[in-house]
């Protein structure tokens, strides 16, 4: 018995050191890969006109597609913001996801907006649509409005891919502030390779609260007032400038954040648009058409911009912070085991034997294992037999390292981007990196273990969901199906 | 600064990874279990009020109380390092490690924020000021040149070549050459030939837009050199300096290129042809090309500058093997506005849908279950044939006659093609005058109900 | 003296753009973005105004839309921008515009439009 109970403990007290540091040590090699990722992008782009692309004939045709529910208050100016972004061939696609406020009577008034007659193939099956409006005002020409039955997020997004032309599709959050120049400095990497197809790229999001924002614009950039969504900034800095440049660079990346992205339409269609059943249908859509490209033999690559193009506002209290964090949570594991196929498969290369396996144990199994380290730890001190000055040590390791770390990626940011130019500013973010282990990080490890927690004894969404990707345009093929699809005279199905 | 603090993050990076491994290595490799086991804490401790750590359990004497009071701190600390087991020394080790790292970033970030800041207020206000002579300079023709602050510093220097440069972008003519001269009579030239020789790529980068911008000829030869280099982005800048620089053939580097041009690229040398006025009176020695991309490019250069002596020779490539360069010569037809192609692209059309058919077929055959109305093709491969055929249709818009209808209405009947190529071929066909809205209602008679609707949409909306 | 509204949001081109006015002895008011042109617009009246299309806040379209169509003002506007595909000038001149520049401009150009501008008035 009691050597049951030593060998248990020899393993999961060894074991916690040694995945400490190996989990220590990839986070340092993905900030090295980082910082010479973002190096290598910040030369190349330091002195480049992306303004070729305003004039250019050539340059390709973009659908901007912004969701919208329950956006009243705010949607004028956000679409004002869209409106004005600097690009030549595009279009905002705004999905009224069936808002139960007065987002579509204000949108209709704003911008004189009439019901059009339109004839398009729905390739992915949606809610209904209730009509789709452009305005009569030549000015706002590139405006669409898409009225709809409420269906979610992902099946907005649907709805926008099924009605845009274009080439590529920039799906953004409609409450995001994007730069002027976002689509011009975005679609730049698409029309630079040429061995590989550029299937999705991702931008980095900055933390927009306290900032101020006038029509739809950030005026002045301050760092956030409130603890918790400061604490973001450095979550987000880390996460962004020493993790996902990193996996752009080894073509691992399996998230491009809703918040902001651009895609290859055909792919995306291909694939068969976002999955409407899920929490995490950015992540999903990303892992699926990896696996697509894998799958075709074709080669190709998802990208990272260290670029800060996209400003968007964060949880600001812990309550609703719970709420993104348990469902980014869900989200992760949803897509994780969906493609579980994937892990550490060679045949899909840097997807199945670094990208997939990372997350699954980085993302997903790191705060469970963290868990079971205190859960032990708590044991033993109820027992009384802890080594304390061990314990410290370990604890001083951990805590130090995770401080230095946010050091690194307070300098990544000063060195690259650094929008926060205050000096007080910068200290105010060294300050808050000493506090974020102690008064942050346990909150987020115990949203996680909620999120494994509601995923596991809550809707198995996962089971339904056995045919992936193409099967999905199954639902829309039928005899009669097919004709309905077809939109008539004021969303009314034939 | 910037640069030694780099450098600094770089040292400090790498040592920290290598230190990690090693103790990573070395960690594994143990096998003591530590926790709650209590002879370690007397390794550990070493005499009361000098200890790093306390005491838990006061039964377990000190093994280390022995050593004398008059041991210094030092001494003691390296003991309890020396005595611990390697799982304490490696923590220790990171510990140690980590805390001076800690401090010396928050210098280095402090420290790097002060200059940052300051350099900054000099800047903007270098910038002001030269914004101000360069205005003045201009429009005022007292001024004959400037002479303006730090000359003599090249960081200076650089920042009154941008805002010059700026400048000169924005304007032509009398105005323009003045700025060029005054760029010339300030020996500014050999600060952007100075990048241009430059080692960096991205110096040389930059070196070679200042040239070309403000056509300095000196570097030519060198800079040709260049325009098939393996680095893409050298590549971009080398091609497009070297179309505005060259005197005669400006486009001679296509000829050598081994390397696919990328859109990045033909959109950067067409930019370049339109903003200088450089006229290029033929296109059609790259449509023979072996570098496909260049033919691709060929083509849609004939597109934009609607060349349409190289009708023939684009009619030809029309049945090329590759299905970019049929897109792109479908592509550069459209503009020509002229029916003697007409013929050749209904026969690609049907060459295109023949394609199709076979993909989709062998795309059923591995499917189980069949599906009625479009199908599309698991792969990417039926992506090209449905754009080429598309394009053929929108060619067609501006150029077909009454004897296209029949053809129109094939395409429009077909419940295999995308909905959006039916209602354009419908557009067409009511476009077509009585005959054609004849074929409308013909086409209403026995149409289901997809094509119904989609007939009822253009009758009511004349133009698309 | 005329007065003369400069919509324009970089600093280099404005200075240039400002002496070259200067010299030519007439009054110039610069607005940086959109949203500043719009007021002053609303608030002042001008002999004539250029624009720059691309703006923060409020685009140039909207400002000759703004002049022409909601204040129905007759100020003569003259385009200058970089923006130069067929559509967006046509765009232009149907909102109102009286004439559209593309850059690069002669300064020189521009000063013998805005000349013909305002002896018309």
């Known amino acids: ?494 | 600064m910037i640069l030694s603090g780099k450098k600094i993050f770089f040292a400090i990076l790498t040592t920290l990874l290598i230190q990690m491994t090693f103790n990573v290595k070395m960690s594994s490799a143990e096998a003591l279990s530590v926790i709650s086991e209590k002879p370690v804490m007397q390794l550990i401790s070493a005499g009361a009020g000098n200890t790093l750590f306390l005491l838990i359990n006061e039964s377990e004497t000190l093994a280390v109380s022995g050593h004398e009071v008059s041991q210094s701190v030092w001494q003691r600390i390296r003991t309890i390092y020396l005595e611990s087991p390697l799982k304490v020394k490696v923590l220790l080790v990171i510990l140690v490690y980590l805390l001076i790292s800690l401090f010396v970033l928050f210098l280095v970030i402090i420290i790097n924020r002060q200059i940052k800041t300051i350099r900054r207020k000099r800047e903007r206000i270098l910038k002001q000021e030269y914004q101000e002579q360069l205005a003045d300079f201009l429009f005022n023709d007292e001024v004959e040149t400037i002479e303006f602050r730090g000359i003599n510093t090249r960081k200076n220097r650089q920042i009154f070549i941008d805002e010059l440069r700026f400048l000169h972008s924005n304007l032509y003519g009398e105005t323009a050459s003045k700025l060029r001269d005054l760029y010339f009579n300030l020996e500014l030239h050999n600060d952007s030939l100075r990048k241009v020789y430059h080692k960096r790529w991205h110096t040389k980068s930059k070196g070679f837009q200042e040239v070309a911008q403000m056509d300095v000829k000196d570097a030519n030869d060198y800079i040709a050199g260049f325009a098939n280099s393996k680095n893409s982005i050298i590549r971009v800048e080398a091609q497009v300096a070297m179309v505005k620089l060259s005197d005669e053939e400006p486009l001679a580097f296509l000829n050598e290129l081994t390397w696919e041009l990328s859109d990045w690229e033909m959109i950067n040398i067409y930019d370049t042809l339109i903003y200088h006025q450089i006229n290029i009176d033929s296109f059609e020695a790259w449509l023979d090309s072996e570098n496909y991309s260049v033919v691709v490019f060929a083509l849609r250069m004939i597109m934009l500058f609607k060349h349409v002596q190289t009708i023939p020779r684009v009619k030809q490539l029309l049945f090329h093997e590759q299905p970019e360069i049929r897109l792109a010569a479908t592509k550069a037809l459209k503009p020509m506005d002229s029916a003697e192609y007409i013929p050749e692209l209904k026969q690609l059309y049907r060459d295109e849908s023949y394609r199709l058919q076979e993909i989709l077929r062998e795309f059923e055959e591995n499917e189980k279950d069949k599906k009625p109305g479009l199908i599309e093709a698991r792969s990417l491969e039926d992506i090209l044939p449905r754009e080429i055929r598309y394009e053929i249709i929108e060619s067609l818009t501006t150029i077909a006659s009454a004897d296209e209808i029949p053809f129109m209405a094939e395409v429009a009947r077909d419940s295999h093609n995308s909905v959006k190529i039916r209602m354009l071929a419908l557009h067409i066909i009511a476009s077509l005058g009585q005959e054609g809205n004849h074929k409308l209602d013909e086409l209403s008679e026995d149409a289901d109900t997809t094509l119904n609707n989609m007939i009822i949409n253009v009758k009511q909306n004349p133009e698309s | 003296m005329a007065k003369i509204l400069v919509c324009e949001d970089d600093f280099m081109m404005i200075k240039a753009i400002e002496h070259k006015l200067q010299r030519e002895g007439y009054q110039v008011e610069v607005a940086n973005d959109g949203r500043s042109a719009s007021e002053k617009i609303k608030s002042e009246d001008f002999d004539l105004i250029i624009t720059d299309l691309l703006m923060p806040f409020t685009g140039g379209l909207e400002i000759i839309n703004l002049t022409r169509n909601e204040l129905s003002k007759s100020t003569p506007i003259i385009v200058l921008s970089k923006v130069g595909n067929e559509e967006t000038i046509i765009e232009a001149f149907k909102l109102g515009a009286d004439d559209y520049l593309t850059k690069p401009f002669s300064p020189n150009e521009l000063s013998i439009r805005v000349k013909r501008f305002l002896l018309k008035r």
Not at chain 1, 32 to 41: I, R
């Open chain 1, 1 to 494: 018995m009691i050597e049951f109970f030593r060998t248990l403990q020899f393993i999961i007290e060894n074991g916690i050191i040694v995945i400490t540091l190996f989990i220590f040590g990839s986070y340092v090699a993905l900030a090295v890969f980082s910082a010479l990722s973002m190096l290598q992008y910040i030369r190349k782009n330091s002195y480049i006109d992306y303004k070729v692309l305003l004039s250019s004939p050539l340059a390709p045709s973009i659908s901007v597609i912004a969701p919208a529910y329950n956006e009243g208050k705010t949607i004028i100016d956000n679409i004002r913001s869209l409106m004005s972004l600097h690009y030549n061939d595009f279009e905002v696609i705004i999905v009224n996801d069936g808002s139960k406020d007065d987002t579509m009577e204000k949108v209709i008034k704003a911008y004189d907006l009439e019901p059009m007659n339109f004839i398009y193939e729905q390739k992915v099956a949606t809610e209904p649509i209730r009509a789709i409006y452009k305005s009569r005002n030549k000015a706002f020409k590139k405006l669409v409005v898409i009225d709809k039955e409420n269906g979610g997020k992902a099946d907005a997004l649907n709805a926008g891919i099924n009605f845009s032309q274009m080439e590529y599709i920039s799906v953004v959050d409609v409450d995001s502030v994007l730069v002027e120049d976002a689509l011009l400095i975005m679609s730049k990497p698409f029309l630079e390779e040429t061995k590989r197809k550029i299937i999705a790229s991702g931008g980095v999001i900055r933390i927009a609260n306290s900032c101020k924002i006038e029509e739809g614009r950030i005026t002045e950039v301050k760092l956030p007032k409130k603890f918790v969504p400061r604490v973001q900034v450095l979550e987000y800095t880390r996460s962004f400038l020493m993790g996902r440049m990193a996996w752009s660079k080894l073509n691992g990346l399996l998230l491009v954040s809703g918040a902001f992205g651009m895609f290859n339409r055909e792919i995306v269609l291909k694939v068969g648009g976002y999955n409407t059943n899920l929490v995490g249908e950015d992540m999903e859509l990303i892992v699926r058409m990896r696996r697509y490209m894998s799958e075709q033999k074709e080669k190709y690559r998802v990208i990272y911009i260290p670029d800060p193009l996209c400003w968007t506002e964060v949880p600001a209290s812990l309550k609703v912070l719970g709420r993104q964090r348990d469902r980014w949570t869900r989200g992760n594991m949803e897509s994780l085991f969906m493609h579980f196929k994937l892990f550490f498969n060679p045949k899909y290369k840097t997807l199945g034997l670094l990208g997939h396996p990372y997350w699954f144990f980085f993302e997903w199994f790191a705060p469970i294992m963290e868990f079971i380290g205190i859960i032990y730890f708590i044991i033993i001190a109820i027992l009384g037999i802890p080594n304390w000055p061990f314990f410290f040590l370990l604890l001083g390791v951990i805590y130090f390292f995770a401080v230095t770390l946010s050091h690194w990626a307070i300098l990544f940011e000063e060195l690259s981007f650094h929008r926060y130019t205050r000096k007080r500013e910068v200290v105010t973010m060294l300050f808050t990196a000493m506090l974020e282990p102690i008064f942050y990080h346990p909150f987020i490890l115990m949203f996680s273990i909620r999120g494994n927690f509601k995923y596991f004894i809550g809707e198995k969404t996962w089971g339904s969901m056995d045919r992936v990707g193409f099967s999905e345009e199954e639902k829309e093929e039928d005899d009669d199906e097919n004709n309905e699809q077809i939109i008539t005279e004021r969303g009314q199905v034939a």
